[in-house]
């Protein structure tokens, strides 16, 4: 095949290998767009609710639309039955976020609250100090609706028969045997100004950010271009005008 001043003739393994990581890198630029729009709405879903004054949590519900809403609600605390999820990390240390049930007080509803994190300490063995307050609250709050899909890590109950339980993810079905009670289909994200909480830095996006995805998908779609230029040079050859 002639292209202009060059003969084009592709060899097999070239072809091969062009074929195989053409699309790869491709198809890996398009899905890390695809994860920065994802998260990108995230952001904005999380910046525009913000914006919104809070609202009573028993008129709110637990609908797509309420998901980042401040909310506030009134309640007590159940100290004698709390949850560590665990896995979790701030400033690059492990620990838990510590998940306290609210009975709320003109209801017979309960809500788990996330009350933020704590550290782990010298051992797993030994679980950390989680106090509180016996009276009634006034919880403001952020709504976080559970994840739809879930990645098993193990059971939910934990080998402690004591409390605090340490459990592995959020899974309202499972949560709601190992506390014996109905929970609200959502998560209170506590105020970072509460003085009930822990270490709280609520963000709508963790790890990589929208802007970093964008930015590999960039280095993937270079790539691609690199690997064609690479494989139309190689199998290239000069046409001689010398007869």
């Known amino acids: 095949m002639r292209l202009g001043a060059f003969d084009f003739r ?9 074929l195989l990581l053409l699309p790869a890198m491709t198809g890996l630029g398009i899905w890390q767009l695809d994860r920065a729009n994802w998260k990108q709405g995230l952001v904005d879903a999380h910046a525009g609710q913000g914006r919104l004054p809070p609202v009573s949590l028993a008129a709110s519900g637990a609908s797509d639309e309420m998901q980042y809403r401040r909310v506030f609600a009134r309640g007590y605390y159940d100290m004698e039955h709390q949850l560590l999820l665990d896995n979790k990390t701030f400033q690059g240390h492990a620990g838990y ?3 306290t049930p609210l009975r709320l007080a003109d209801s017979d509803a309960v809500v788990l609250v996330n009350r933020g994190w704590v550290p782990v300490g010298n051992s797993r063995a030994v679980l950390p100090d989680i106090p509180g307050t016996s009276g009634e609250v006034l919880v403001d709050a952020t709504i976080k609706l559970p994840p739809k899909r879930l990645f098993r890590l193990g059971s939910v109950d934990e080998a402690n028969t004591s409390w605090p339980k340490v459990v592995q993810q959020i899974e309202m079905g499972p949560l709601e045997q190992l506390l014996d009670v109905t929970l609200e289909p959502l ?3 506590l105020d970072k100004d509460d003085e009930f909480g822990f270490f709280r830095d609520w963000k709508p996006v963790y790890g990589v950010t929208p802007d970093k995805h964008r930015a590999y998908a960039v280095q993937w779609f270079t790539l691609a271009v690199v690997l064609l230029l690479i494989y139309i040079g190689v199998n290239s050859r000069r046409i001689s005008n010398e007869k």
Not at 10 to 18: A, Q
């Open 10 to 18: 592709p060899g097999l393994w070239p072809t091969v290998v062009t």
């Open 97 to 99: 976020h510590v998940l």
């Open 187 to 189: 998560i209170l994200l």
